[in-house]
């Protein structure tokens, strides 16, 4: 190979380093209700707040939402049980970037809120 295809392989192997992202870090809290009526009402809040749910699943306790304006935002929802009550985990993306965990906090109070559990 001649010094041109080192750099044309160099420049791509460049460019995707790029676009790699920084791993997306959950940010949890735990409700005094089930997990059912939580996924539900965490979901419900996702639209009220303008998020389009791309995939919801009761069963799993997994939805994805989208926020349709620039720049996009991407949240990433899991519930599970958690004694008598459950385990919320969001996650969040701005464009290809995580959000930093802190930042879903004041979600995570809105849905304390929505489930009538807020102190």
């Known amino acids: ?26 940010r949890e809290l735990v409700y005094a209700t089930p997990s059912q009526q939580t996924f539900r ?4 809040l996702m639209i009220e707040q303008g998020y ?9 306790g997994r939805a994805e939402a989208s926020l349709a304006r620039w720049p996009e935002y991407q949240l990433q929802l899991q519930v599970s049980e958690e ?4 385990r919320v985990r969001v996650s969040a993306l701005r464009g290809n ?23």
């Open 97 to 119: 970037q995580p959000l930093p965990p802190y930042l879903l906090d004041p979600w995570l109070v809105a849905l304390q809120h929505k489930l009538g559990v807020a102190p």
């Open 52 to 60: 389009v749910v791309r995939h919801a699943d009761l069963s799993l």
């Open 1 to 26: 190979m001649n010094i041109r295809h080192w750099l044309i392989i160099g420049l791509i192997g460049g460019l995707g380093g790029c676009a790699s992202t920084a791993p997306v870090e959950p």
């Open 83 to 86: 004694g008598s009550g459950s």
């Open 41 to 44: 009402e965490a979901v419900e």
